[in-house]
């Protein structure tokens, strides 16, 4: 069993930055593979990033390629998600998901456990 807690969410302005983290519990942190998903209001939930479980392999969706970051500190348990350039459309709350895998991709049913999350919002 793994459990996840996001923090770092809050209000920013457009083009301003915000630094996400997901503690896990657990001593086997590095067994999983971590992305992060969002959701808007009256939206589907949506894939932002992920990572292997070593770190060396990450993949973005396209809409936040180039502006967000994702990486891991294994030692702490934890991941982060780094996301500079922010624009009005990135608003939602932003969970974090482990999987089994050694890496996993966009597809929801890939990961076993979520966190509860974190609200976002970028004002313009």
């Known amino acids: 069993q793994v459990q996840l807690v996001e923090s770092g969410g809050g209000l920013v302005q457009a083009g301003g930055s915000l630094r996400l983290s997901c503690a896990a519990s657990g001593r086997t942190f590095d067994n999983y593979a971590m992305a992060w998903f969002r959701q808007a209001p009256g939206k589907e939930r949506e894939f932002v990033a992920a990572?292997?479980?070593?770190?060396?392999?990450?993949y973005y969706d396209a809409s936040v390629k180039g502006r967000f970051t994702i990486f891991r500190d294994n030692a702490k348990n934890t991941v982060y998600l780094q996301m500079n350039s922010l624009k009005p459309e990135d608003t939602a709350v932003y969970h974090c998901?482990?999987?089994?895998?050694?890496?996993?991709?966009?597809?929801?049913?890939?990961?076993?456990?979520w966190g509860q999350g974190t609200q976002v919002t970028v004002s313009s």
């Open positions: 990572i292997s479980r070593g770190g060396g392999t990450t």
């Open positions: 998901a482990a999987s089994r895998l050694s890496m996993a991709y966009r597809a929801p049913t890939q990961y076993d456990y």
